[in-house]
């Protein structure tokens, strides 16, 4: 069964601050893994997104790595800002019979900056 | 462009009621999908359309709910009858295509239903 795991569950951490955020999945066959951002009240929004020969991608302060053989990627945040204070969600996707994909989700990691 | 954009923002009811949850894509998309939040399961894809045409329903619960797209700019999300476990933020989204690789999906602000 496609699996994702995110950890941790939630992260408070003072501004300025770095701070990184686990994916762990079993998702096969494996076609790419994407992060999200949701702001409170709000649908997604697509971060990054790295397939199986990708190891690193960032997007301003967000750095995403993906380590295929060990199926775990991590979202990297550098120095935080109150506006990075969301939900971070990691989903993978498998490629499916005919040509489509599933999407795999993990449940987030709440991300808290305080002042 | 405005965006995704889904009625009512927030829907409650009464268990047992019909709800109808309401999506217009972003214009010259062909793909649309409808998804599923709560706390416990985190984000659901329920149904996805291209064209018009449901590709894959394999995420929708049970037959209570149901979903149609009688045109390219317009879908609905059925749940007749409705049960308080269907409580949760539903969210449409459009892309171009499902490769996440070279589709961006773009989601709407979702729909907060509460059902009591």
């Known amino acids: 069964k496609n699996q994702v795991e995110q950890s941790p569950q939630s992260l408070i951490i003072l501004e300025g601050k770095n701070c990184t955020l686990q994916?762990?999945?079993?998702?096969?066959?494996?076609?790419?893994l994407r992060w999200y951002k949701q702001d409170t009240g709000r649908g997604p929004v697509s971060l990054t997104i790295?397939?199986?020969?990708?190891n690193t991608k960032s997007n301003g302060r967000y750095t995403a790595t993906l380590d295929a053989d060990t199926k775990q990627s991590s979202l990297h945040i550098t120095a935080s800002q109150l506006s990075d204070s969301a939900s971070y969600i990691c989903?993978?996707?498998?490629?499916?019979?005919?040509?489509?994909?599933?999407?795999?989700f993990g449940t987030g990691t709440r991300l808290t900056i305080i002042p | 462009d405005a965006g995704v954009i889904q009625s009512p923002r927030h829907e409650v009811t009464e268990m047992g009621q019909e709800v109808t949850l309401r999506c217009k894509p972003i214009?010259?998309?062909?793909?649309l999908f409808w998804y599923r939040q709560t706390m416990m399961r985190g984000l659901e894809l329920l149904i996805y359309?291209?064209?018009?045409?449901?590709?894959?329903d394999s995420g929708m619960p049970e037959d209570r709910f149901s979903a149609k797209m009688p045109n390219a700019s317009f879908s609905t999300l059925k749940i007749q009858p409705s049960e308080p476990r269907d409580s949760a933020v539903y969210f449409c989204?459009?892309?171009?295509?499902?490769?996440?690789?070279?589709?961006?999906?773009?989601f709407g602000p979702g729909t907060r239903l509460t059902v009591t």
């Open positions: 790295m397939t199986f020969s990708e």
């Open positions: 989903v993978v996707s498998a490629r499916g019979n005919f040509g489509n994909e599933k999407l795999t």
């Open positions: 989204a459009s892309s171009n295509g499902t490769s996440v690789i070279s589709y961006e999906q773009y």
């Open positions: 994916c762990n999945y079993t998702v096969s066959p494996f076609s790419n």
């Open positions: 214009s010259g998309h062909d793909y």
């Open positions: 359309f291209n064209n018009n045409v449901p590709i894959d």
